[in-house]
């Protein structure tokens, strides 16, 4: 739900915390921004995000972040289009024109944003934005409303410049090549441009800067003569990350500025889908309720399901790959995990992880053998089928309690899992 911030006479600086993509982009980041907004009081607190990650909001306002929803989705997967279009050039088509208009509206929304918040007044000392990789909306708009940007990314840095990158940008920007190349230490380089922001001297983001922001359309460069600014030299922008060096070593020819933080776990109870289950669960940990049962009655069924006296089952995972587009015949993939289960007997846990297509196949199965007990809806997001050995589930759970009940799992190995 969206906080109602009235920003008019801010008397405290304001960390807007702008995270974009799927949930193991936008999560850890939200985690970030909750415990800052624990730590450092003296600051209000603000995410921006999808409105598909509305989940997140009754947990940020315990901890006193705003939330402010953008209507983009996630992901856009050209297969979300297919019913509309026949061919294969009007799909494509009608995908790119789609896109562009949603990723028009995504910038427009989160400039809107963003006025509310530093647009009443000048800046304050300490006011800053924080983005993810999928966020550079935000580094343009804190040059816009003159606050600080810095990067907070659970993984390292997903894109790579093209081969041809650096010689097209010597030949077009020889004097901003200069710049980057001959900078002082600790202020933005050539390593900065190269390691991540080398998107943000693209036309995609250009035209936007200039049309819209009325900044150059190219960054560190005057917005009259087009000449980098030598007089105006920013500092290095901090890169954190949020995984391990003994998982990912830092090279040196990364940014001096970039941090290595080690992992950024979320709240046990931020991972239940349930709010009754992350309830007991906030309660157990604790140490305020010793119960064995950690889920709440509704989800007893999933519990029991692991801790039949039987081989533990199998955990299949794809998170974002339906979203994404890489699922294209749900029931098929169903069909494969049934003929694995006629032929080994294991049992098999799957989430369907809100991809509508695959928990509609499911359903699908489940009705057409509805006359079979052990195939059956056991509760609102509990569904049994295939004998009773693949127990669906359309919600989601704290894998830290789930994987250790399993044999194995298989998984796309997103950040929130890793």
């Not at 969206?2 to 939200?30: H, L, Q």
């Not at 304050?124 to 040059?143: K, M, P, Q, Y």
């Not at 992880?353 to 699908?364: D, H, I, N, T, W």
Request: proline fraction near 7%; include cysteine.
């Amino acid at each position: 739900m969206e906080s109602e911030m009235e920003m008019e006479e801010r008397n405290k600086p304001t960390a807007i915390f702008m995270a974009f993509g799927t949930k193991g982009d936008v999560y850890p980041v939200a985690a970030i921004a909750a415990a800052f907004a624990c730590d450092q009081k003296q600051y209000s607190v603000v995410l921006i995000t999808h409105s598909a990650h509305e989940n997140l909001g009754h947990h940020l306002a315990e901890k006193h972040v705003a939330y402010y929803p953008i209507s983009s989705p996630p992901v856009l997967s050209s297969d979300q289009d297919h019913e509309t279009t026949t061919g294969r050039g009007s799909l494509e088509l009608s995908f790119l024109l789609q896109k562009r208009i949603v990723k028009r509206e995504h910038r427009r929304e989160c400039y809107s944003v963003v006025q509310r918040i530093f647009g009443c007044g000048p800046s304050l000392e300490g006011d800053f934005i924080a983005i993810n990789f999928f966020a550079l909306e935000g580094w343009s708009l804190a040059e816009m409303f003159r606050v600080r940007c810095i990067v907070v990314a659970p993984y390292v840095v997903p894109y790579s410049a093209p081969s041809s990158f650096e010689r097209q940008f010597r030949k077009e920007e020889p004097l901003l090549y200069r710049y980057l190349q001959e900078a002082p230490i600790n202020k933005v380089c050539w390593k900065d441009v190269i390691h991540w922001m080398w998107p943000l001297f693209t036309e995609n983001w250009g035209s936007w800067r200039y049309d819209d922001l009325n900044l150059s359309p190219c960054p560190f460069t005057d917005p009259v003569t087009a000449l980098p600014t030598w007089h105006d030299r920013p500092p290095s922008p901090l890169v954190l990350y949020g995984f391990s060096k003994e998982v990912v070593e830092c090279p040196d020819y990364w940014p001096s500025t970039v941090r290595v933080c080690g992992f950024w776990f979320l709240p046990l109870e931020w991972q239940f889908s349930c709010k009754k289950c992350s309830e007991i669960s906030a309660l157990v940990s604790s140490g305020n309720l010793q119960i064995k049962d950690v889920l709440c009655s509704a989800h007893l069924v999933l519990q029991n399901f692991l801790e039949a006296p039987s081989t533990p089952p199998i955990f299949v995972g794809l998170s974002s790959v339906g979203s994404m587009g890489f699922l294209k015949n749900p029931q098929a993939f169903l069909r494969v995990l049934q003929t694995v289960i006629e032929i080994t007997s294991y049992r098999f846990i799957l989430f369907t992880a809100g991809f509508e297509p695959l928990a509609s196949a499911v359903l699908m199965i489940a009705a057409e053998a509805s006359s079979h007990l052990s195939q059956r809806q056991l509760s609102e997001d509990c569904i049994s089928i295939f004998d009773g050995q693949l127990f669906c589930f359309t919600g989601s759970m704290p894998y830290k309690w789930l994987f250790p009940q399993c044999l194995a799992a298989i998984h796309h190995g997103g950040s929130l899992v890793e």
